[in-house]
């Protein structure tokens, strides 16, 4: 059998993790600080609980150098269930903001006296007409966070700023031009006040596991026009969490599933702007939401609930938060002052040595995305043009070498190599002088 030495594993999630993390982790589960309890049969409500969420958020904050107006949150339930949680998050939000302008429109006016029946009419009128939550559809995860949307507000209010698909043959593989994004916002219809027409949310994905597509950067199109109740920005990062930095004040909401570049499955991390959080912004009721026809959310996607409970309104998993801790404390140690600037060196150098050898061997190897959105992560090709038989060597022979992990995901086929950061660089230096000797024989 093959030491872990030996073996280098390029899954696409749950992904490798830093052995000297593990080689720590399997000291700790068995006696805690040399506590006699193990790490994972600590209490979540007990000091030692408190002082690793406490280390986990700090070494984020440094990393990422989030400002001072965000709340870190660490919650389950995974990237989907986030689907469903800005959702109900944002969408209450914005009912909340819309009731108040509204009701400050109507002061001196006859509406103010109004009975509550008349007033629930005007909101019924308004949430028909303005609620907008926007998706950009670039890969497999938005689109199933779109479905999730409609799904919970109705298909109405909906809109596709841009879907991918529709630029290249059917399928994913392109970020269209940001130019054909339909991003403007809708004009207010008569009686309703422009500033309610800005979208509940607009959501993207930064990094497509599934298709190998990422964002370059910021999309210039969502970029602040210093606005009252400017666009609110959320983006799933989940597999390309920690490996560029970030500006992460252009966001209202951060998620990211830990167990590709942070840590092991089981827990969700969720930076929010602490603006979209009580006391500095209320939520819409319960009661209201349900009689404008949308939906309450469960109590553990409660934003403001996780927060105001520092992540411990329920049961969480301190042994899963103390491996993503132990993953973010080794980067800041290693990069310093540089933080996130320097695993993005590494993430760099280690996509371009796998590209520029898929691309010296174009006829053998064909990367599935546009060369302008190509994935760091995550880097989807197919050998010989799909060839089933080629691809099934091509994986029979990197098992044969101890590289494991690389067939695509099941929707799509092909070879996926997911490049995180616990993959070390001699890792993916084996696997190019196997791509490379492939190659020559194929």
């Known amino acids: 059998m093959p030491t872990r030495d030996e073996v280098s594993y390029f899954g696409a999630g749950p992904a490798p993790l830093p052995t000297s993390v593990l080689h ?244 969700t991390i969720v930076i929010v702007r602490k603006s979209l959080l009580p006391p500095k912004q209320q939520i819409a009721s319960p009661h209201l939401l349900r009689s404008l026809g949308l939906p309450n959310g469960p109590v553990v996607l409660d934003y403001a609930t996780i927060a105001k409970n520092n992540s411990l309104y329920n049961t969480l998993p301190i042994f899963d938060v103390w491996i993503a801790g132990r993953v973010m404390a080794n980067l800041v140690s290693t990069h310093s002052a540089q933080r996130i600037a320097g695993q993005e060196v590494v993430s760099n150098k280690k996509a371009s040595l796998l590209y520029s050898t898929i691309d010296k061997h174009s006829d053998v190897y064909q990367v599935v995305p546009s060369k302008g959105c190509r994935s760091r992560m995550n880097i989807c090709m197919r050998i010989r043009k799909g060839d089933a038989e080629a691809e099934k060597s091509f994986l029979k022979g990197a098992e044969e070498l101890n590289l494991k992990g690389l067939k695509g995901h099941r929707s799509v086929g092909g070879i996926r190599i997911s490049n995180y950061n616990a993959v070390e660089v001699k890792a993916v230096e084996k696997l190019e002088q196997y791509l490379e000797s492939f190659a020559q024989i194929s």
């Open 24 to 267: 720590e982790a399997s000291e700790n589960l068995l006696s805690y600080k040399d506590s006699g309890i193990g790490l994972a049969e600590i209490s979540h409500r007990s000091p030692e609980a408190n002082e690793i969420l406490a280390s986990a958020k700090s070494s984020l904050v440094q990393l990422l150098n989030i400002p001072d107006d965000y709340e870190v949150l660490f919650m389950q339930g995974g990237g989907s269930g986030e689907f469903s949680a800005v959702v109900y998050n944002l969408v209450g939000v914005w009912v909340q903001r819309m009731k108040e302008t509204l009701e400050e429109t109507w002061k001196g006016t006859g509406m103010e006296t109004a009975s509550e029946e008349e007033k629930l009419a005007e909101y019924k009128r308004v949430t028909k007409a303005a609620l907008r939550l926007e998706y950009l559809v670039t890969g497999s995860w938005t689109l199933k966070a779109s479905q999730e949307a409609a799904k919970l507000v109705g298909e109405e209010h909906v809109h596709i700023v841009t879907d991918a698909r529709k630029h290249n043959d059917g399928k994913f593989g392109v970020i269209p031009e940001e130019t054909s994004w339909s991003t403007d916002i809708k004009p207010a219809p008569n009686g309703i006040l422009s500033s309610l027409m800005t979208p509940a949310l607009t959501y993207y994905c930064d990094n497509e596991t599934v298709d190998g597509v990422e964002f370059p950067s910021f999309p210039k199109s969502l970029e602040s026009k210093g606005q009252d109740h400017d666009r609110l920005v959320v983006a799933d990062m989940s597999s390309n969490f920690l490996s560029r930095k970030i500006d992460v004040s252009k966001y209202a909401v951060i998620f990211g599933g830990a167990q590709k570049n942070v840590g092991s499955t089981g827990i």
